[in-house]
């Protein structure tokens, strides 16, 4: 029946740069490169703290006293875009700062992602792409209660897709996606290695509907007992040797006010059965 005073402060912004909103008819070479270039920048800082009778509590940017700090979200999100409307080439850097941080009744949890994207994308033969994604990030779990719970893990990941698309209907891809991931020495140290084959289809008609489906063939080697809160964080909640994945998705337009999706997700992991599920649901626009 204890009430305490409890301060927040928010802060969000976002803005964009793309000089081909203010060169309209570049004429010069550097004129032209610089068109290719877009940026972007997204902070969103959110915090909660007791108050302690200072008046910096309404600044975002403050380091708070951990013993007053509540609640805490904060995000940023860089992107920088080059050729980014072409069909032919285009590339992307993307860095992305989360931090969280939370009183919980047993305690304080704090979470962290600190990650850099490369991608990028070449169409050739018409109907034929490749797309490269490529991700290095270190990411952190810090539990006062559950000390099993506290990692940081180091991954590196890599995927190159082929893509056929001979038109808006219909889509194919294969894919392979590398994935090394490393829990530091002083948190236990445990290491895993995913290799990935996925092979995807989707047919898609205009105002009518959709249909996909995927497949996913994973090979995981993993140094550590699996059944760990690290372990299911760093193999994707699967288990060590080859699992398989798989999905379908359905989606129709009855007509112009009702809409009905159908989706269905397996796995077969090593060492445990078939998992199965499915769900449909039904959209009414009014």
Do not use: C
């Not at 490749?130 to 099993?148: A, E, M, P, V, W």
Request: charged fraction near 20%; avoid cysteine.
């Amino acid at each position: 029946n204890q009430y305490v005073k409890v301060l927040q402060n928010q802060l969000s912004i976002s803005f964009s740069i793309r000089p081909s909103a203010i060169i309209k008819s570049p004429k010069t070479k550097a004129a032209r490169f610089a068109n290719r270039w877009s940026l972007q920048t997204a902070l969103r800082f959110d915090n909660k703290v007791s108050d302690y009778g200072r008046n910096n509590i309404y600044n975002p940017f403050t380091a708070f006293p951990a013993d007053y700090l509540l609640t805490s979200n904060n995000n940023v999100r860089q992107s920088v875009f080059f050729n980014q409307g072409s069909p032919l080439f285009g590339a992307d850097y993307t860095y992305i700062n989360t931090r969280s941080r939370q009183l919980l009744t047993n305690g304080i949890e704090a979470r962290a992602l600190e990650s850099s994207e490369v991608k990028w994308r070449v169409t050739f033969l018409k109907n034929w792409a490749i797309n490269s994604d490529n991700i290095y990030s270190l990411k952190g779990n810090s539990s006062q209660f559950f000390t099993t719970r506290n990692y940081n893990i180091r991954a590196l990941e890599s995927e190159q897709k082929l893509v056929y698309q001979p038109g808006t209907v219909f889509r194919i891809s294969a894919a392979y996606k590398y994935s090394q991931k490393l829990n530091l020495v002083e948190s236990g140290g445990q290491r895993a290695y995913l290799s990935t084959g996925s092979f995807e289809m989707k047919y898609n008609q205009t105002e009518k509907g959709s249909f996909t489906t995927r497949v996913d063939v994973i090979n995981i080697v993993f140094n550590a007992d699996v059944n760990s809160p690290v372990a299911y964080d760093m193999l994707n909640g699967l288990n060590a040797g080859r699992n398989y994945t798989w999905e379908l998705s359905y989606q129709r337009n009855l007509n112009r006010n009702i809409q009905i999706s159908i989706n269905y997700n397996g796995r077969k992991t090593p060492n445990a059965a078939t998992v199965h599920l499915g769900g449909a649901q039904v959209r009414a626009y009014f």
